[in-house]
């Protein structure tokens, strides 16, 4: 039993394969997944949304804009996502947030965007999920700002654990991706350490960051055992523990029933 907390099936990546790559899912024994719908052009959110109306006990759905895109998001569609954001198909806003690290948007207007959408996701109670890279203290700061009730997901983070405290003090749920894997990513383990079982999700963010053994590869959903397995021996716990916890967790998390 597994969820995976946050995926973009919905991409060209999966255009050749999207039927064959579910059923992979679900023969893994995942029994929910997460889509990100995001802003791709005036108008566009993507097939997260068509995708959880085809299959909704399988899937759910998020609506939001990514901070890359923040600057070239006219106003009807930030009006868009707080119209979605009161459809009970969606189950979060997001992803967004801050990346200082590409700075493909102005970070003015990341944070002007990340805050707008703080908000909608406050007003319509669902959580907000949260892209950020290099901008924990910016990010952090707007969650106060904005007291982010009820709060939302961190997801594939890859901080500290410092920067993980922050997060869980505000209330927020640490999703770990297949990073965590990765060699160079002994500070992540030692976060995923200090970060209470009942507050971790585990994600693959498809199609990217595919987990050791499989890097290199595009991801997929099926492959979030791998993230699941590599917390469990980074916490020193059995396997089926992650499984039940994060599975329960992101149930909670997005307010979704069991399916």
Request: aromatic letters at 6%.
């Amino acid at each position: 039993m597994l969820i995976d907390s946050h995926c973009h099936l919905d991409l060209p990546d999966f255009d050749t394969d999207r039927a064959e790559t579910i059923a992979r899912a679900k023969a893994a024994g995942l029994t929910r997944a997460v889509l990100i719908g995001l802003w791709r052009a005036p108008g566009d959110f993507g097939g997260a949304l068509a995708l959880r109306d085809a299959d909704p006990d399988f899937f759910a759905a998020t609506i939001g804009v990514h901070p890359h895109e923040s600057v070239d998001v006219p106003e009807a569609d930030f009006q868009a996502v707080e119209t979605l954001s009161r459809d009970p198909r969606i189950a979060g806003i997001g992803e967004t947030g801050l990346d200082y690290h590409y700075d493909h948007s102005p970070r003015p207007v990341q944070r002007a965007a990340f805050r707008r959408q703080v908000q909608i996701a406050k007003a319509a109670n669902k959580p907000v999920v949260i892209h950020v890279r290099e901008a924990h203290e910016d990010c952090a700061q707007i969650l106060i700002d904005e007291q982010a009730a009820p709060g939302g997901i961190i997801h594939c983070f890859t901080g500290t654990a410092d920067e993980a405290r922050v997060y869980l003090d505000l209330g927020f749920f640490i999703s770990i991706s297949g990073v965590v894997t990765f060699k160079t990513a002994e500070a992540l383990r030692e976060a995923v350490k200090i970060v209470p079982l009942d507050r971790l999700l585990v994600e693959t963010d498809s199609p990217f960051l595919a987990p050791v053994p499989l890097r290199g590869k595009r991801n997929e959903p099926s492959f979030v055992g791998h993230v699941a397995a590599k917390v469990a021996e980074v916490k020193g716990l059995a396997v089926d523990a992650v499984h039940a916890a994060t599975t329960a967790n992101a149930l909670r998390a997005f307010g979704l029933s069991a399916g």
